[in-house]
């Protein structure tokens, strides 16, 4: 059974930075793309951002780009993402995903999902 374990959220103060990792079990997806997504109060599930097999390609939602920077570790079969200069915007539970097929940005893409990691960013 595939499973996505995110850790690393908390509270965090505006301007303040926050490291999320994701680790695999089930199965390695090495040759796969992992995407981040986040969904904060109220609102619909948002891609943030995606590393393809080999960290050759990334992508950023415009609003995380130059604040957000997305790794992967493929021997540990781990994702992590750094958050930097994080605004209460920015406050979301974040979901690590596995990707199946279709672009990155696409939630449709991933059907493997975490349970997700609450980020909290208060001023």
């Known amino acids: 059974q595939v499973q996505l374990v995110e850790s690393g959220g908390g509270a965090v103060q505006a301007g303040g930075s926050a490291r999320l990792s994701c680790k695999v079990y089930?199965?390695?997806?090495?040759?796969?793309?992992l995407g981040w997504f986040r969904q904060p109060p109220g609102k619909e599930r948002e891609f943030v951002a995606a590393?393809?097999?080999?960290?050759?390609?990334?992508y950023y939602a415009d609003s995380v780009k130059g604040r957000f920077t997305i790794s992967r570790d493929t021997a540990k079969n781990m994702a992590f993402l750094q958050l930097n200069s994080l605004k209460p915007e920015d406050t979301a539970t974040y979901y690590c995903?596995?990707?199946?097929?279709?672009?990155?940005?696409?939630?449709?893409?991933?059907?493997?999902w975490g349970h997700g990691t609450q980020v909290t960013v208060f001023s």
């Open positions: 995903a596995g990707h199946s097929g279709g672009h990155p940005s696409r939630i449709g893409s991933y059907n493997y």
């Open positions: 089930g199965r390695t997806f090495a040759a796969d793309t």
């Open positions: 590393i393809t097999r080999g960290s050759r390609s990334t």
